[in-house]
Each structure stands twice: as structure tokens, then as C-alpha cells.
């Protein structure tokens, strides 16, 4: 089985999440029982929301974030999990996130990655 990033992004306020403490309270509920489904089946290896400040490390030193791009939307969260592109893809139509008009899931498959010591 194929493990995979999903990237939870929406658009941005300033120096914020658009989302209020009341959306996200209220979001709550579906959030749980969406990641739920996925560890029910086993399937979960890890998800966590990420704070909105940030930094960018570059050669040229450190820069405040978090990067917007161009579009002023950013990631919010992520979910690793693993099974198939076609389970993760179903996943992903159901995702919370999309409730928002510029809510999206990112998905990127993993590359095992050996390290030998």
C-alpha cells in the first residue's frame, strides 16, 4: 500500500485563518468523523492542524511566513495515510475542508525514503 500527503489549504485572512473559533468549533464534529473513517479502516499514520505563523528559510536568511503564494491560500493542516490513489482520492471528495468556496485537498503520493546508518 501507497502512502500519501494530503495538504489541507484555504484562502487567508490577515495575520490569520479566515476561519473564526465559532467555524472551527463547529467544524469539529465533521473533522472527527471524517478522520475517523480513515483510522477505523487502518488506514491513518498521522494528521495534526498547523499554526498559522510560520517561518521560510532560505539561503538569503529567514523570512516571516507562512507563504501564501500567489493566490493567498495556504495549508492549514495535513493527513498522511496510506491505501490506494483511488481510496485517497474518495477521501479527499468528502474532506471538510471543501465546505470553504476555496477549501481544497492536495494530494502527493510519498517516496520511501531509506536511510542507512
Request: contains cysteine; negative net charge.
Amino acid at each position: 500500500m501507497k502512502e500519501f500527503l494530503l495538504l489541507f489549504r484555504n484562502i487567508s485572512g490577515e495575520n490569520a485563518y479566515i476561519l473564526s473559533q465559532e467555524d472551527m468549533a463547529e467544524d469539529m464534529p465533521a473533522w472527527q468523523q471524517w478522520i475517523g473513517n480513515i483510522a477505523m479502516q487502518g488506514k491513518l499514520i498521522s494528521t495534526q492542524p498547523v499554526e498559522y505563523q510560520g517561518q521560510m528559510i532560505t539561503k538569503s536568511g529567514i523570512q516571516p511566513g507562512p507563504d501564501k503564494g500567489t493566490d493567498n491560500r495556504l495549508v492549514a493542516g495535513f493527513l498522511i495515510c496510506k491505501g490506494t490513489e483511488e481510496e485517497v482520492q474518495q477521501w479527499s471528495f468528502n474532506c471538510p475542508i471543501l465546505k470553504y468556496p476555496h477549501g481544497s485537498v492536495e494530494i502527493r503520493p510519498l517516496i520511501p525514503f531509506q536511510i542507512d546508518l
